[in-house]
């Protein structure tokens, strides 16, 4: 709670029942464990209500809440990103992510993993592609509270679809480190990617007229109209159709 009062506002931690009947003149002492996982840093109570749901009847209900003044303590990493508008398939992409802590103490575990997805739309799920990762050790970046690291991504989006697609950066995917708010350690950036290449034919077959068992002399020429050097690996192939628009049921022939 923000107050030593109970109200809507507050966030239920846990519950726990009474474990026996209460005689009169008895107590009982139990002891939590509690995970604050919920809130912001800062100064903070927690609020202890017994009979919470009012199943015990009860003369003088004032004295059933409890407050007890806590200094709530978190790392609060949040992540921001830069990244060109356009990616071409030909070259790498320089992408470009800071993790500042905004919390209040240094980080608490050994490390965590940084990763880049690419996606075909803004929400990071299992169909993604993971096109770039760094292992990141706290100690040597040293991220106190007010601290941050920035790492530099060259992606390679060789095999990328076309069009618009989505870069997403998220911090400690795992959450391996523990914080209050992990909704901004992601980071999703818009990308049109493009292909430089534009690879076209002319062919000519002689004679343009055979009979079955002919030998016929082909001779094509495949041009690169694109603005980058095409290096990858392809096989030219011949077929043979009934019209001139390739499809599944024309034979191939080389």
């Known amino acids: 709670s923000e107050d030593s009062s109970l109200d809507l506002g507050d966030t239920i931690l846990d519950l726990r029942g009474l474990p026996a009947p209460l005689a009169s003149g008895e107590s009982f002492t139990d002891d939590w464990d509690l995970l604050l996982y919920t809130g912001t840093p800062g100064e903070k109570f927690l609020l202890f209500e017994i009979d919470a749901s009012d199943t015990q009847f009860e003369q003088d209900e004032s004295n059933n809440v409890v407050s007890v003044p806590i200094s709530l303590s978190s790392v609060e990493l949040e992540a921001s990103a830069t990244a060109p508008a356009t990616a071409s398939l030909a070259d790498l992409l320089l992408f470009k992510a800071t993790v ?25 799920d299992l169909s993604d592609t993971l096109v770039g990762s760094a292992d990141i050790d706290p100690l040597a970046e040293t991220i106190g509270p007010g601290e941050s690291y920035t790492t530099d991504y060259l992606l390679d989006l060789s095999g990328a679809p076309l069009g618009s697609q989505y870069l997403i950066f998220v911090s400690d995917q ?54 980058a050097t095409a290096n990858g690996n392809w096989f030219d192939s011949v077929y043979l159709s009934a019209d001139a628009i390739f499809d599944p049921t024309d034979e191939i022939l080389l």
């Open 174 to 227: 795992e959450n391996k480190q523990a914080e209050l708010d992990k909704q901004n350690n992601v980071v999703v950036l818009p990308i049109d990617i493009f292909s430089p290449f534009d690879l076209s034919i002319t062919a000519s077959a002689t004679p343009d007229t055979f009979n079955v068992d002919d030998m016929v002399t082909l001779d094509w020429t495949v041009t690169n109209n694109g603005s």
């Open 100 to 124: 500042s802590n905004n919390g209040s103490i240094a980080p608490t575990v050994s490390g965590w993993t940084d990763r880049v997805y690419l996606s075909a739309d803004p929400i990071l």
